[in-house]
T-cell receptor, first 116, second 114 residues
């Protein structure tokens, strides 16, 4: 069965420092992969997605993610974190069968804190 | 601007009550979803609807039902609320078909069952 693992529950970085949030997935075929962000009191917003092609995908707010099939990973990165990036980040995989590719399976989330 | 609106931000109910959570989207999306979000568990899919009057169970449908009588509205029903249904409930919508996996989420309803 498909699954998503986010090994880091909570991460704290300094403003201006680089960021990498980890995501590992379990899926038999080429997965549809997503990163969503949830700011306090808000719903989730799509940061970026990977379906096929170039394994390095660019998203909104200066984020990028790299799909590595050999490691079953889809880590999210940002070169310089801003205080407004403090939020919870969710990795997700689409189930990929029939028309149900958007029945997403979410990871447990990584809560990012940004210190001045 | 796209919008998914959940009728209540906070809701407090008593055990055994019938609870309705409402969600409306203004984007003419075919697909609508109900997730619940719990600390340490992430988001889990309760129910999914791909058309009016059509629905599919998600991963945790027990204790819930849904209704979709109009394309823009998707209701989650707790037939007899229990304390273990205290949670944040998130509604989402999307277009159908591959390549349309972007979900648009509402701001959520925090339900407390006492």
């Amino acid at each position: 069965a498909q699954s998503v693992t986010q090994p880091d529950i909570h991460i704290t970085v300094s403003e201006g420092a680089s960021l990498e949030l980890r995501c590992n997935y379990s899926y038999g075929a080429t997965p549809y992969l997503f990163w969503y962000v949830q700011s306090p009191g808000q719903g989730l917003q799509l940061l970026l997605k990977y379906f096929s092609g170039d394994t390095l995908v660019q998203g909104i707010k200066g984020f990028e993610a790299e799909f590595k099939r050999s490691q079953s990973s889809f880590n999210l990165r940002k070169p310089s974190v801003h205080w407004s990036d403090a939020a919870e980040y969710f990795c997700a995989v689409g189930r990929g069968y029939g028309g149900a590719t958007n029945k997403l399976i979410f990871g447990t989330g990584t809560l990012l804190a940004v210190q001045p | 601007d796209v919008k998914v609106t959940q009728s209540s931000r906070y809701l407090v109910k008593r055990t055994g009550e019938k609870v309705f959570l409402e969600c409306v989207q203004d984007m003419d999306h075919e697909n609508m979803f109900w997730y619940r979000q719990d600390p340490g568990l992430g988001l889990r899919l309760i129910y999914f609807s791909y058309d009016v009057k059509m629905k599919e169970k998600g991963d945790i449908p027990e204790g819930y039902s849904v209704s979709r009588e109009k394309k823009e509205r998707f209701s989650l029903i707790l037939e007899s609320a229990s304390t273990n249904q205290t949670s944040m409930y998130l509604c989402a919508s999307s277009y159908a078909g591959r390549g349309n996996e972007k979900l648009f989420f509402g701001s959520g309803t925090q339900l407390s069952v006492l």
